[in-house]
């Protein structure tokens, strides 16, 4: 990806919104990404002005560019810079009303060969942002998505084997997922480097009084999700199994997520925007919870259904710092705002087929033009 030099000099607006400077800008760090894409396509569908901020490392973001770019020339502006430059995050900042803190390298894997590079990214990069949004006058609202890595693997978590998936041997944890009396047990470089950004915003809002919430966010997905064998399981079996590729297994497939379709969570972070000032400094799990939960195996076994044949699998070794388990409780976010996820995996899966269909025509057995580095 290069450094932060390196990244001064690749900053460039690629286009300039309409409409005048003071009018309310929401800026989306790594709003090209998959949360990002179909965060900016909601705020834009309201009418807002949106500012995109980044770098375009992950493969097929770019796609999810020129979708925004092609629905929505007037109210989009789109910087393409890092995070990491901390005079092109300023600029942006300059102008925002409310920051969606998204950009990230996104995956453990990529973490444990490049450590620094992980931290610059995920944590350097979100201290540029919150000491930009310190600067401003009145400070914008800063919403900052870490991630369910932050309570470690859950070693400690007594499962038995039920059918095709781990179940906690704990009542409550079955039927209420992990909440967040959870210890902090950051595991893995992603999980230092995100569970530390998270922490400086926190700190941030208690300190400073920055308006800024953390989401600790479990499995997302749906449609614009270029998903990859280290992030984004389940758009990965779905493009695999379309392709006629074989899917690995990293452990025994029994592991379990909660998994949260996007437009979930795109209504999530609004309802954190209208209630900011009773959520301001604190930290929430957001996921499907414990009625929208899957295992690998049961993701694949609806695929098998849904195809009509068995989709090719390998079984590899376990991950470092993978969770056999995680469920989020979200009762505290729901006690506030009254969000709940609504899409169930079953319907959330077939839109993000649909979207992968239109999105990604291939003969079986093709490649994928767009799940490729560009
Ligand atoms: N998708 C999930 O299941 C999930 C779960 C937990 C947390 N998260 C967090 O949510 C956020 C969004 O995730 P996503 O699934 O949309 O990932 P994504 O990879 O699709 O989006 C991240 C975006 O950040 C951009 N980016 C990467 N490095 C950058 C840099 N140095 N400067 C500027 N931009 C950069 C990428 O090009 C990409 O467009 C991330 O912070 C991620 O850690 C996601």
């Known amino acids: 990806m290069g450094g932060p030099r390196a990244a001064t000099t690749r900053a460039r607006r690629m286009s300039t919104a309409n409409g005048t400077a003071s009018s309310p800008v929401a800026l989306l760090t790594g709003g090209a990404g998959f949360v990002g894409v179909n965060l900016a396509k909601r705020l834009l569908d309201e009418g807002r002005r949106v500012c995109i901020l980044d770098n375009l490392a992950r493969a097929g973001v770019r796609n999810n560019l020129r979708f925004l770019q092609e629905r929505y020339p007037a109210r989009l502006d789109v910087l393409v810079a890092d995070v990491r430059d901390d005079g092109a995050v300023t600029r942006a900042v300059e102008r925002a009303d409310e920051i969606y803190h998204l950009a990230a390298q996104v995956a453990v894997t990529t973490s444990l060969t490049a ?219 729901t006690a506030v705002t009254g969000w709940q996820a609504r899409t169930p995996p079953r319907e959330g899966i077939e839109r993000l087929s649909q979207w992968l269909e239109a999105a990604l025509p291939l003969s079986r057995g093709a490649p994928l033009p767009m799940a490729v580095s560009q």
């Open 115 to 333: 450590p620094v590079e992980d931290f610059d990214i995920n944590a350097r990069g979100t201290l540029n942002v919150l000491e930009a949004a310190r600067r401003r006058k009145p400070a914008p609202l800063v919403i900052y998505t870490s991630t369910n890595k932050v309570y470690g693997n859950l070693a400690d978590v007594a499962l038995k084997k039920q059918s095709q998936r781990y179940v906690p041997v704990d009542k409550a944890l079955r039927e209420k997922g992990v909440d967040e009396s959870r210890t902090l047990d950051f595991h893995s470089p992603y999980g230092c480097s995100k569970g530390s950004a998270e922490q400086y915003v926190l700190e941030y809002a208690r300190s400073y009084g920055l308006p800024a919430v953390v989401f600790r966010m479990s499995c997302i997905y749906g449609p614009h999700q270029y998903g990859n064998e280290d992030q984004g399981w389940v758009a990965h079996f779905l493009i695999q199994a379309r392709a006629g590729r074989p899917v690995s297994i990293y452990g025994d497939g029994f592991q379990v997520r909660d998994v949260l379709f996007v437009e979930d969570l795109v209504e999530a972070f609004c309802a954190a925007r209208q209630r900011i000032d009773a959520l301001r400094g604190c930290a929430f799990n957001i996921g499907g919870g414990p009625a929208n939960t899957l295992s690998l195996l049961e993701l694949l076994s609806l695929l098998n259904e849904r195809q009509g044949h068995a989709v090719a699998t390998q079984f590899v070794g376990w991950r470092t710092a993978d969770q056999r388990y995680y469920v989020s409780n979200t009762s505290r976010f």
